[in-house]
């Protein structure tokens, strides 16, 4: 078991937003190569031990798994990077060498937002295609993720993921990577927007009240 965690050796990418960074294990993290995995909260990561402990370290605000790599976000520039990657690299190798899944089944089990479902239209089959075989993967790359949230009266709803999310230069990759090859292949699709989840909201609305709180105690 020792010789194995002295073999293992975790890559760090950085990635366009610069409280992200990517860790790849040089293994498979996730069965399904289709899905991803994105987790802000303690209550979310219930569903899966590995981000649950990686989000208990502090400083981590958000955690993303996507095949073979784990994205981890800080909670602000002041968290030094230096500081937090031990203890991430420690409870990702720890947890890896366990044989443990990463997700739970219930989890699992669940049809991922690009699934083509039988109420789907033709052109909202064709948006999901899309999405699936060339967006995804690209976003992927930068450890991030876009969820398919809608389509209605030619807008596109997204959701970012991981890295994406609150990146600089998520809505340049939004409206001009996106927009342009969605509409290039569907031309029904007349914009793209990105939204957000209600739990999302309050998630960041605790953040921030936590963090004032943090303020006035010092």
Known sequence: MLRNIRSMFIQVQET???????????????ADSSRTYDFTSVKQAKSSPLALQVLRIPGVKGVFFGEDFIS?????????WSVLKPD??????NYLQSGKSVITDDLASQPT?????????????????LLESRI???VQEDGGDVIFRGFEDGVLKLKMQGSCTGCP?????????IKNMMQFYVPEV?????VTDPS???VEQQFQELEKKLEKSE
């Open 16 to 30: 366009p937003n610069p409280l992200t960074l990517k860790f790849l294990p040089g293994q498979q993290i996730l």
């Open 72 to 80: 981890v976000t800080k909670d602000s520039e002041e968290e030094d």
């Open 88 to 93: 991430i690299f420690a409870t990702i190798m």
């Open 113 to 129: 937002d690009t699934t083509i479902l039988p109420d789907d239209d033709e052109v909202v089959a064709m948006i999901k295609e």
């Open 136 to 138: 995804k993967p690209m």
């Open 169 to 177: 230069s998520s809505a340049v990759t939004l409206k001009n990577g």
């Open 190 to 194: 007349k914009d793209v927007i990105e």
């Open 200 to 202: 999302d909201n309050i």
